[in-house]
């Protein structure tokens, strides 16, 4: 009598069954692994997007003039009309202290971001003017460089 018994079906499909399960959970460990990776990524990318827009944002509210670039900062002075009661003040600052960057104005000192690595800050100003930011993230598994050119508004009658 040829052919497979009852019983040696059974174990084969029993043992493809184990086989399949933890074939299944190394697949989705992996996927987990690689969902944790892109979200500490892109968590840390959005961080240093909105530091960047927000320097941005205030460098483009001033006087290419008014801009001074030191090593690691850049200051300006805001017009007064750009100044808020929030923000009474019309020096702005921007540094780098250890892994952040940091907002200091009269009213205080704020991070914008951290996880910076340490003097990657660097700041620019080209002969027309435009201010160019960069700055490298850094975390245990990758590092994200981050640049932006900003054109300071042109005050009215040059």
Do not use: C
């Amino acid at each position: 009598m040829e052919g497979y018994s009852l019983v040696e079906m059974t174990l084969v499909i029993v043992l493809l069954g184990i086989l399949a399960v933890s074939v299944f959970h190394g697949m989705l460990s992996g996927v987990d692994i690689y969902l944790i990776a892109t979200r500490d990524y892109l968590n840390l990318f959005q961080e240093g997007r909105t530091a960047l827009e927000k320097m941005a944002r205030e460098i483009r509210e001033t006087s290419p003039g008014d801009v001074s670039i030191g090593t690691g900062s850049v200051s300006f002075t805001k017009e007064s009309d750009h100044v808020t009661p929030m923000d009474a003040s019309e020096t702005v600052v921007f540094s780098q202290s250890g892994s952040e960057i940091r907002r200091t104005t009269d009213l205080g000192t704020f991070t914008l971001v951290d996880h910076v690595e340490p003097g990657s800050f660097a700041v620019s100003q080209d002969a027309n003017g435009v201010v160019t930011i960069d700055f490298t993230l850094t975390s245990d598994r990758t590092d994200i460089p981050l640049r932006t050119s900003i054109q300071p508004r042109i005050p009215d009658g040059e």
